[in-house]
Nanobody, 121 residues
Framework: QVQLVESGGGLVQAGGSLRLSCAAS????????MGWYRQAPGKQRELVAL???????KYADSVKGRFPISRDNAQNTVYLQMNSLKPEDTAVYYC???????????????WGQGTQVTVSS
C-alpha cells in the first residue's frame, strides 16, 4: 500500500508565496518521477512541474521561473515552491508519483488527495 499525502495549500494574495509538500509512504521499493498537477474549475488537469529521480525537471510554461520543484529522495518527498502567485494559479493541486511498490515488479502511478490553492487579486 502506497499513499501520497499533500500539505501546504491555502489562501494567499496575488504576489505571495506558498510551499506545497507531498510525502510518499508505504511499501516503497523505489520512486521514479514525482510531480505536481493542477485542476481549475471547468478545466482539465494539467501538469505544473515534474522532477525525475535524476533531478531533471520539466515545467509548464505558465509557471517557469516562479514554481521551482525539488525533492528529498531520502524522505520520499517532493516540494513545490510557488512564488509570485497569480489569481490564475487558483486550482486544486495534486501530487503524482511513479512508484514501484515492494510487492510489484513494475512502476505504478499514485495520486494525492489534492490541496486547494486560492490566490486573491
Amino acid at each position: 500500500q502506497v499513499q501520497l499525502v499533500e500539505s501546504g495549500g491555502g489562501l494567499v494574495q496575488a504576489g505571495g508565496s506558498l510551499r506545497l509538500s507531498c510525502a510518499a509512504s508505504g511499501t516503497i521499493f523505489s520512486i521514479n518521477d514525482m510531480g505536481w498537477y493542477r485542476q481549475a474549475p471547468g478545466k482539465q488537469r494539467e501538469l505544473v512541474a515534474l522532477i525525475r529521480s535524476g533531478s531533471i525537471t520539466k515545467y509548464a510554461d505558465s509557471v517557469k521561473g516562479r514554481f521551482p520543484i525539488s525533492r528529498d529522495n531520502a524522505q520520499n518527498t517532493v516540494y513545490l515552491q510557488m512564488n509570485s502567485l497569480k489569481p490564475e494559479d487558483t486550482a486544486v493541486y495534486y501530487c503524482n508519483a511513479a512508484v514501484r511498490p515492494r510487492t510489484w515488479n513494475n512502476f505504478r502511478d499514485y495520486w494525492g488527495q489534492g490541496t486547494q490553492v486560492t490566490v486573491s487579486s
